[in-house]
T-cell receptor
Framework: DTEVTQTPKHLVMGMTNKKSLKCEQH?????MYWYKQKAKKPPELMFV???????INESVPSRFSPECPNSSLLNLHLHALQPEDSALYLC???????????????FGPGTRLTVL | LAKTTQPISMDSYEGQEVNITCSHN???????ITWYQQFPSQGPRFIIQ???TKVTNEVASLFIPADRKSSTLSLPRVSLSDTAVYYC???????????FGSGTRLQVQP
């Protein structure tokens, strides 16, 4: 099973709403990632979790709050978003082997978020 | 992080071989060259990775010259379903997160 699943597929929310995006993998991967992708642009890294601990935060605004409850799950909590936050939010995972190697990242299909 | 430069777009016809070249002049010793493919409204998918010379898998070949300052992704006999954006990335063994460049939009015509 090389699948990363994301729910929901689509989400429309107002600027005062609180919502969460979910990501799940059952490949035994210990690194999980959130990327943001605007239309016609490449994905941009937001957060990296390694062994359930936040290891990289690319200066993301606090209205985005990641959470890694266990090694298979990754959430992104959203609060007080702005219309410019509308984008495709991609989750990915990788094995996180020890140094000297690069691990393939497996991406989910993404959640298409629209902020009104 | 080594920056990559690749053509913005390419056109091809079904059955042709497509070569997409990527420039990465500042590549470091512990960097690998990796290519991902992305279809609209889907997440990127790993195609191939290499360090030097040539790597081949069931999908593509990757050619890397000795100086490693560039690389070429070769897609043999493309079909309509190969229409996608192709990203060349330099991946550092110490930093697992991916930094995507602008990518190459490949359009395959019948």
């Amino acid at each position: 099973d090389t699948e990363v699943t994301q729910t929901p597929k689509h989400l429309v929310m107002g600027m005062t709403n609180k919502k969460s995006l979910k990501c799940e993998q059952h490949m035994g991967h210990r690194a999980m990632y959130w990327y943001k992708q605007k239309a016609k642009k490449p994905p941009e890294l937001m957060f990296v979790y390694s062994y359930e601990k936040l290891s990289i935060n690319e200066s993301v605004p606090s209205r985005f709050s990641p959470e890694c409850p266990n090694s298979s799950l990754l959430n992104l909590h959203l609060h007080a978003l702005q219309p410019e936050d509308s984008a495709l939010y991609l989750c990915a995972s990788s094995q996180e082997r020890s140094g000297g190697s690069t691990d393939t990242q497996y991406f989910g299909p993404g959640t298409r978020l629209t902020v009104l | 992080l080594a920056k990559t430069t690749q053509p913005i777009s390419m056109d091809s016809y079904e059955g042709q071989e497509v070569n997409i070249t990527c420039s990465h002049n500042n590549i470091a010793t512990n960097d690998y060259i990796t290519w991902y493919q992305q279809f609209p409204s889907q997440g990127p998918r790993f195609i191939i990775q290499g360090y030097k010379t040539k790597v081949t898998n069931e999908v593509a070949s990757l050619f890397i010259p000795a100086d490693r300052k560039s690389s070429t992704l070769s897609l043999p006999r493309v079909s309509l379903s190969d229409t996608a954006v192709y990203y060349c990335l330099v991946v550092n063994t110490g930093r697992r997160a991916l930094t995507f460049g602008s990518g190459t939009r490949l359009q395959v015509q019948p």
